[in-house]
């Protein structure tokens, strides 16, 4: 089963960058299409990006440009490289197994995520 652990959110202005990082344990998933998600105060967790397993990404058209998913499968892990932060992007970011479908299938559970907080 595997488990996942975020990490990399932290405090920052507008217009810097931060890389996340998704660490996975307990199973492979070299071979799962892989996506971060995030969620603001009060709303719903939103598809952020994703990745398949050959490497191919697709990107929520508020980051698309801006923000960058990518993996190691030697590592196990995936990482979301974002640039030109913006307040709006503050939430709480979290890894998954994608389409959500397979997640549920794989008894895969939401990690703790990991905040990020964009000032003005």
């Known amino acids: 089963q595997v488990q996942l652990v975020e990490s990399g959110g932290k405090l920052v202005q507008a217009g810097q960058s931060l890389t996340l990082s998704c660490a996975a344990s307990?199973?492979?998933?070299?071979?799962?299409?892989m996506a971060w998600y995030r969620q603001a105060p009060g709303k719903q967790r939103d598809l952020v990006a994703r990745?398949?397993?050959?490497?191919?990404?697709n990107y929520a058209i508020s980051v698309k440009g801006r923000f960058t998913i990518s993996r190691d499968n030697a590592k196990n892990t995936v990482y979301l490289q974002m640039n030109s932060l913006k307040p709006e992007d503050t939430a709480v970011y979290y890894c998954?197994?994608?389409?959500?479908?397979?997640?549920?299938?794989?008894?895969?559970?939401w990690g703790r995520g990991t905040q990020v907080t964009v000032t003005s």
């Open positions: 307990g199973s492979s998933i070299s071979r799962n299409a």
């Open positions: 998954n197994v994608y389409p959500p479908t397979i997640a549920i299938a794989r008894s895969v559970a």
């Open positions: 990745i398949n397993k050959d490497g191919d990404t």
